[in-house]
């Protein structure tokens, strides 16, 4: 299998010539979304989104929020801020949002 991740690729790399490396390469890309907040008051710029679960694709979602307006204040109300974001993570809904510079508070 030498470098590969599977016997498949192992197979699939044997059938092709040379000229292809393989995992040589990163590629990045983006995808577009969009995000419409639970509460927006748009002429102070302040955001207030209401959680009970927070899963982690909320979480890169706030977070991409975040980067892309940090003009904008962002404060997440959660049902229960010391819920854990895995089973198996010290970080609690309100650790990771104190981490990611986002406001929260218990809703």
């Not at 010391?82 to 990771?96: D, E, M, P």
Request: hydrophobic content about 35%; aromatic content about 12%; glycine content about 4%.
């Amino acid at each position: 299998m030498s470098g590969y991740r599977n016997k498949l690729e192992a197979r699939v790399g044997a059938t092709l010539p040379p000229e292809y490396a393989y995992e040589s390469t990163r590629l990045p890309y983006t995808l577009a979304h969009h995000y419409l907040p639970d509460f927006i008051d748009t002429a102070a710029k302040r955001i207030v989104e209401v959680k009970g679960r927070f899963p982690a694709s909320d979480r890169a979602k706030m977070k991409a929020i975040r980067q892309q307006y940090p003009d904008y204040e962002i404060e997440i109300r959660f049902q229960s801020p010391q819920t854990k974001i895995a089973k198996n993570s010290k970080t609690t809904y309100a650790g990771w949002c104190e981490k990611n510079d986002i406001a929260w508070s218990k809703a």
